[in-house]
């Protein structure tokens, strides 16, 4: 059998294509660095990894153009995600066309009373459960719910979670103090009734919407916020991969007392490693998940 080095012809030609593709190789690389360089995208790559300059004269770049234009085409009110999980559905509230059966399905499953099928047949104090770190609530009446959990803000998005075996809802989220000209949003208003509490509903809605707002919207922020007192609230954002950024001390008087209000953010370049622990979060409750639940 032949090689390269047994006709001094073929050798050359051999050494004489490796060192041309070397060539256009290395000036392929050298034109897209001179472009990144004098294009500034490494100084707004920079720039995306840390806002806070080491000298004060130092020139603070400009964002990319599609992030500039995106935050310039956004309405004020977030979008309305239809979103489909293994565990859970979300839906916007606007999407349903009976709203008045929704608001009083929901209220109904978020008082504490026993209900049985998916829900557990238990009844539970709802006020510990769901309502006592939130703004409002327990509510007694269907129009009082309607007034604390259904009605949106311009700059508010409200959608209910559903089982994803059965289609039944079991609880809200919302997108909440939406500033589209920053790319920004929070991701605040949950509640899941306590039969779904621990199955993995509430990590995959977080999942869901932090997936769609990096990945569709092109946020580039996505905030958690919940009473300092809310220690599960707390412990969730922690495992969910939100970072904790500050407190804001006497934030507000919620229900005739202080509260302080604790931010959480995972932003648009953490999303990758978060997305990957969220994922390998699911397939482990998806594994242990026995069957699908019954609706009695």
């Known amino acids: 059998m032949a090689t390269i080095g047994s006709d001094p012809s073929t050798t050359a030609y051999a050494y004489i294509g490796i060192a041309v593709g070397f060539v256009v190789f290395a000036a392929t690389l050298g034109a897209v660095f001179m472009l990144l360089y004098f294009g500034g995208s490494f100084d707004r790559m920079k720039h995306e990894a840390s806002g806070m300059p080491t000298s004060a004269d130092q020139v603070k ?65 709802a ?40 289609s039944k809802p079991i609880g809200m989220v919302g997108l909440l103090n939406h500033s589209p000209t920053d790319l920004r949003v929070e991701i605040g208003a949950i509640w899941l009734v306590p039969a779904f509490q621990g199955t993995g509903v509430h990590r ?65 370049g953490e999303w990758p490693a978060i997305q990957e622990m969220l994922q390998a979060k699911l397939n482990a409750m998806l594994a242990k998940r026995p069957h699908k639940p019954k609706d009695d």
Request: glycine residues 8%; hydrophobic residues 40%; neutral net charge.
């Open 61 to 125: 770049p400009l964002l990319y153009d599609d992030l500039l234009q995106n935050a310039a085409s956004l309405p004020l009110k977030p979008a309305a995600y239809s979103l489909d999980g293994q565990f859970v559905h979300i839906r916007p509230l606007e999407s349903f066309s009976d709203r008045k059966a929704i608001v009083s399905t929901l209220h109904e499953i978020s008082s504490g009373k026993a209900i049985s099928g998916i829900y557990g047949g238990k009844a539970f104090d």
């Open 204 to 268: 995959e809605v977080v999942y869901l919407l932090l997936d769609a707002l990096f990945r569709e919207g092109g946020y580039r922020r996505g905030e958690w916020r919940c009473d300092g007192f809310n220690v599960r609230s707390r412990k969730a954002a922690h495992s969910l991969g939100f970072t904790m950024e500050g407190v804001l001390r006497k934030h507000m008087i919620a229900k005739g007392a202080n509260r302080d209000t604790v931010v959480f953010a995972a932003l648009n």
């Open 127 to 166: 006020d510990a459960a769901l309502w006592r770190y939130m703004l409002s609530g327990p509510y007694e009446t269907v129009d009082d719910f309607e007034r604390g959990r259904c009605i949106e803000a311009d700059n508010q998005r409200l959608s209910v979670l559903l089982d994803a075996s059965t």
